[in-house]
T-cell receptor, first 114, second 112 residues
Framework: NAGVTQTPKFQVLKTGQSMTLQCAQD?????MSWYRQDPGMGLRLIHY???????DQGEVPNGYNVSRSTTEDFPLRLLSAAPSQTSVYFC?????????????FGPGTRLTVL | AQSVTQLDSHVSVSEGTPVLLRCNYS??????LFWYVQHPNKGLQLLLK??????LVKGINGFEAEFKKSETSFHLTKPSAHMSDAAEYFC??????????FGAGTILRVKS
């Protein structure tokens, strides 16, 4: 199993540009989520999905869109990038949405918005 | 609502000495608690988790944590630090629907 994979590893955008961060898992996990990591703030939940076709907002959803058309993939879209979205983005997945289910994290995407 | 406070932003120990990383939590119900480790420029790896079974939880690489409900604490310990333990450690509480709430992190430095 490859686990949770993310592409790209690094990305530089200009303000106003759009892009999609890719996330895929091959563990047949129902639950997938996106977090952003900023210095001194830990990780904060952006969006999550409890299964194909079902998504919901987390703590910091503004400026981001998601969709879940398949169990395996959970892309994160930035429609109009802003410097405040400079961060490291992590995708995670777990078997189900139970609070005891361990979430497995991808390697991250480091995004810089100029 | 859940929250997590990691009491030290930086901890420095000498190799071979004990490690203590402190974490207090707040939860409106019996929580699930986790410790994750992040090595520089890497993703997050699960060290251990507490899910209302034994209050003393053993994890990977010699780490363990004790759940103390009366103190709302979940401190991470290791008897003897190794250079490879240098990393950032996150205490995490799981909320409804498996939404994770992270502490701000503790950077562990291990001196030779």
């Amino acid at each position: 199993n490859a686990g949770v994979t993310q592409t790209p590893k690094f990305q530089v955008l200009k303000t106003g540009q759009s892009m999609t961060l890719q996330c895929a898992q091959d563990m047949n996990h129902e639950y997938m989520s996106w977090y952003r990591q900023d210095p001194g703030m830990g990780l904060r939940l952006i969006h999550y999905s409890v299964g194909a076709g079902i998504t919901d907002q987390g703590e910091v959803p503004n400026g981001y869109n998601v969709s879940r058309s398949t169990t395996e993939d959970f892309p994160l879209r930035l429609l109009s990038a802003a410097p405040s979205q400079t961060s490291v983005y992590f995708c995670a997945s777990s078997y189900r949405a139970g609070d005891t289910d361990t979430q497995y994290f991808g390697p991250g995407t480091r995004l810089t918005v100029l | 609502a859940q929250s997590v406070t990691q009491l030290d932003s930086h901890v420095s120990v000498s190799e071979g000495t004990p490690v203590l990383l402190r974490c207090n939590y707040s939860s409106s119900y019996s929580p699930s608690l986790f410790w994750y480790v992040q090595h520089p420029n890497k993703g997050l790896q699960l060290l251990l988790k507490y899910t209302s079974a034994a209050t003393l939880v053993k994890g990977i690489n010699g780490f363990e944590a004790e759940f103390k409900k009366s103190e709302t604490s979940f401190h991470l310990t290791k008897p003897s630090a190794h250079m490879s333990d240098a990393a950032e450690y996150f205490c995490v509480v799981s909320g409804y629907g498996n939404k994770l709430v992270f502490g701000a992190g503790t950077i562990l430095r291990v001196k030779s």
